[in-house]
Every structure is written in C-alpha cells, then in structure tokens.
C-alpha cells in the first residue's frame, strides 16, 4: 500500500481538496493507498467553506477534517509527497533532506512522470520516482513557478475553489495511470 502526503499552507483548502480527490480516484480504480494531508501553519481548523462545497459537489465530503501542521515524522513515513507549490516542497526538503527523491509539487510530478512514462510492471513505487526524479536540481525550488505551483483560492470565491478542485482532478487523472498503472 502506498502512503501518500499532500502538502499545501494551511491544510483547508488545496491539500484537503487534492487527498480527497486522489483517494477517490484510488479507490474506485482498486488500488489501495493511505492518502494524508497537512500544512505549514498551525491545525486544528476546518476546511474552507469553499472547499466543502467543491468537494461536495463531486459527492465527496470533507467537512470533518481538521487541519493539521506538517511533522518530519509524516514525512519520513510516506512513500511521496505531493506538494501544491514550491513553498512547501522546500519546506518539506529542509525539514527531512531524504525526502528529496520523492516530494514533488503535483504538476512537476505530473509533467515528470510524463516523461519518465508510466510505472513499470514489477517496479515500485520508489523505483517509478526515481526515474521522475532523474536530473532534478535542488535549486529548482528557488522562488515560485507558474509551471509548478497551483495558486491558493483559499479567501476567494467559489468559483475560484471549484476551478482550482477542477485542474487538481484533470492533474490527478493524469497522475494515477503514470503512477499506479
């Protein structure tokens, strides 16, 4: 079983959207995974009212989770960690180093496995990941991407919400066959 982490600031809003999405999607497809979130900002809080009703309206309910700040122990025991922007990844690579070869923003894992192509019959995850992994540079996680981060709706209007839960669904459907085959 594979252990998944999102990653996003304050775990209400993209993160939440994104585990709930890909658990979804994983479960319908069969495959067993344990998908978690978390942030860099303290927990506790409920998830935006917008993500709940843009996660509700694709029949998924997010309403009980509760926010949860990032510890390097959930790093050190997840198989990859999907980050929504830059910001998180760096945070999540200087927290736990080791984490490097499999912590990817969503859309660089996405554009990556693309090209690496799809998991291998027989191969594992981490080996999947570390052909997607192949000739990344650490200093790629300088500054902001537009390539790699996904903007955070959160204070926005619904409408932002759903676009932002739309592009994460186009980006996990993507992702899945790449990664679970």
């Given amino acids: 079983m594979t252990r998944v982490l999102v990653l996003c600031t304050a775990n209400q809003c993209r993160s939440v959207m994104t585990a709930a999405l890909l658990q979804s999607r994983l479960a319908a497809a ?3 995974a344990s998908v978690r979130s978390a942030g860099l ?18 029949g998924l309910d997010v309403s009980g989770h509760r926010s949860r700040a990032l510890a390097a122990d959930d790093l050190a025991a997840t198989d990859l960690i999907l ?14 180093p080791p984490a490097w ?7 660089e894992l996405v554009r990556r496995g693309e090209l690496a192509g799809a998991r ?24 902001d991407s537009a390539g790699d981060d996904i903007a955070d709706p959160a204070g926005g209007p619904l409408q932002l919400c759903t676009a932002t839960a739309d592009l994460l669904d186009d980006l996990l ?9």
């Avoid at 910001?87 to 690579?93: D, G, I, K, S």
């Avoid at 459907?173 to 679970?180: N, Q, T």
């Fill in 101 to 107: 070869p499999r912590a990817f923003t969503l859309r």
């Fill in 173 to 181: 459907a993507r992702l899945i066959p790449l990664a679970w085959g």
């Fill in 83 to 96: 980050a929504m922007a830059r910001e998180h990844l760096r945070h999540a690579v200087v927290l736990l």
């Fill in 41 to 58: 900002r303290g927990g506790g809080l409920p998830p935006s009212p917008e993500a709940v009703a843009a996660m509700a309206a694709r």
């Fill in 30 to 32: 069969g495959i067993r």
């Fill in 120 to 143: 291998q019959p027989g191969e594992d995850m981490a080996g999947w990941l570390g052909r997607a992994h192949a000739g990344r540079q650490r200093s790629a996680l300088l500054g």
